[in-house]
């Protein structure tokens, strides 16, 4: 642990992003929380991959609100504190409007939304004390190219990631006063399990080549992001979102 070490807490952190992300923070000095919904071994094995000491793991149904706020309560107490949380779990399931059933439909913008959006949202309101405690500190969502771009199989997962940006923002204004950054990061498709039947079926090829490096993100590249968005560094530029997707889809 070094003097600047600092207390995270990242959601989904048992594979995929959420893994690269408790990666940098640990390889930076970071004591890390690696909080995990179903996948328990797998989380196991990030921890002990992790370098670095003081890490933990913690349990939640992101869709549970009790759950969510036992889990960064834990998280906090086995830390000694909190003084960044990355709101990184997520669900992407298919609801294309023109061929889904309504009772699929509806199944899907439930669950889509109550981990997504209200998960985070949950997991904010809880984190909040122990930043306060700790005298400031940052949360980083972690949304999608797909707030901006529009999801067309996948509308609840856009509409989701949209309301985080509009969450992470009006978090931004409510929260500086007590010197807490909120920001998102915005990633196009990324090389994880969430994106493995996009990439490697017969559109795969296409995905790649919305961006001009002929490739999608590397799950490190979005962790990098994550890090500066949470460093003392990037307090000033709370509120904002950041691109992470090869220039394939351009807005200002
Ligand atoms: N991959 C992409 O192309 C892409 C692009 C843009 C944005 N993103 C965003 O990046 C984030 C991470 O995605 P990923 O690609 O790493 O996905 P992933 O490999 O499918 O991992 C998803 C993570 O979320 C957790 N999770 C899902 N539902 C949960 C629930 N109900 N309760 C608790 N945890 C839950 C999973 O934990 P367990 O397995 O332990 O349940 C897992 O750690 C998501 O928010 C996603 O929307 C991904």
Excluded: C
């Amino acid at each position: 642990m070094t003097s600047s070490s600092r207390a995270v807490l990242v959601t989904g952190g048992s594979r995929g992003i959420g893994r690269a992300i408790a990666r940098a923070f640990a390889e930076r000095g970071d004591r890390v929380a690696v909080h995990w919904g179903a996948s328990r071994a797998r989380a196991e094995e990030v921890l002990a991959e992790l370098p670095g000491s003081g890490h933990v793991l913690v349990q939640a149904d992101l869709a549970d609100a009790d759950s969510v706020g036992t889990m960064v309560d834990t998280a906090a107490d086995a830390l000694g504190g909190l003084d960044v949380l990355v709101n990184n779990a997520g669900v992407f399931v298919a609801s294309p409007p023109l061929t889904s059933s309504y009772e699929h439909w509806q199944q899907v913008w439930a669950q889509t939304l109550a981990v997504n959006l209200v998960g985070a949202a949950n997991a904010t309101f809880r984190a909040v004390p122990h930043l306060r405690a700790a005298g400031g500190g940052a949360v980083v969502n972690v949304s999608s190219r797909g707030a901006f771009r529009g999801e067309p199989d996948n509308p609840a997962y856009g509409a989701s990631k949209a309301g985080m940006n509009a969450f992470a923002q009006s978090m931004a204004l409510a929260l500086a006063p007590l010197g807490i950054a909120v920001t998102a990061v915005a990633p196009g498709f990324v090389q994880t399990e969430m994106a493995r039947e996009v990439l490697d079926g017969p559109g795969g090829d296409a995905v790649r080549a919305q961006s001009p490096f002929g490739r999608v993100a590397r799950p490190e590249e979005v962790a990098a992001a994550v890090l500066w968005l949470a460093s003392p560094e990037a307090r000033f530029s709370t509120g904002t979102i950041v691109d992470v997707n090869g220039a394939s889809y351009l807005r200002s």
